[in-house]
């Protein structure tokens, strides 16, 4: 479905952000990208949606070549790419329906938009999404009186909304609990499922990208050093994705009622900075 092929980013700086990117996405699968601070996990992301220029390669979503898309026919085409984001994006003055109903912003137009006048079609959707993502409560209330768990569900089904073929989603857990974290997660990777959707989420908890990714591609300096099962990523590995550390030693993720040990998890987010 998405297909990256010698796809690289260099700055004005020189600095080199990606070196060739050989990447293939299948429908329905969902990915989590992991490495250190400044690997190049978000430059990957906004790359495949045009947020980010790549320097040089293909990026290519089902038959369309997205580096050579430009103005309109770009518009178009990142509307089946949909983006959730770690700070949520929601707009805190605005309802959670009304939040949710922005996700049809680039079919609607601006002013449609601006007056609420929205489609039935799009309304009924919003209304079936929220309760799908657990908030058919919260439909009126406004996004800055909502915890972060719930400010993330309205961002995915905003998202989805949207009628995607693609989620990018950037650091999906940065900013939540352990819990809340793993059900985040698992909502994403259910909708996925659902839907048909293919997924490339950028993660620094590789304890929670074992537990619900189907694959794992680790980048170290904008370059992949690993690309396979969770299950294969073992302490050697991991050592190649972030360095020398005593992975063997480290602990497990905890049971679904919450507790939870901090490692691997926090070392890792400690080890790498805590930001992509």
Partial sequence: MLTLSQVNKRYPTGDRALTD??????????MALIGPSGAGKSTLIRCVNRLVEP????????????????????RRARRAMAMIFQEYALVDRLTVMENVLSGRLGQVGFWRSFLRRY???????????LERVGLPHA???????????????VGIARALLQDPQLLLVDEPTASL?????????????????ERELGAIINIHDVALARQFADRIVGLRAGEIVFDGKPEALN????????????????????????????EPATRLALASGGAS
């Fill in 177 to 193: 609990d352990p819990k809340t974290s793993r059900q985040i997660m698992r909502l994403i990777r259910e909708l996925c499922a």
């Fill in 55 to 74: 320097s040089s390669g293909s990026i290519r979503l089902g038959d369309t070549e997205l580096t050579r898309l430009s103005g309109r026919e770009l």
């Fill in 21 to 30: 990117i050989e990447l293939a996405l299948p429908r329905g699968q969902v």
């Fill in 139 to 153: 439909i009126d209330k406004r996004a800055d009186a909502l915890s972060g768990g719930q400010r993330q569900r």
């Fill in 119 to 129: 489609p039935a079609d799009a309304v009924t959707e919003a209304f079936r999404l």
């Fill in 235 to 262: 302490a050697e590995i991991l050592t190649t994705i972030y360095g020398e550390e005593d992975w063997d030693t480290q602990g497990e993720v905890g049971d679904e009622a919450g507790a939870h040990t901090p």
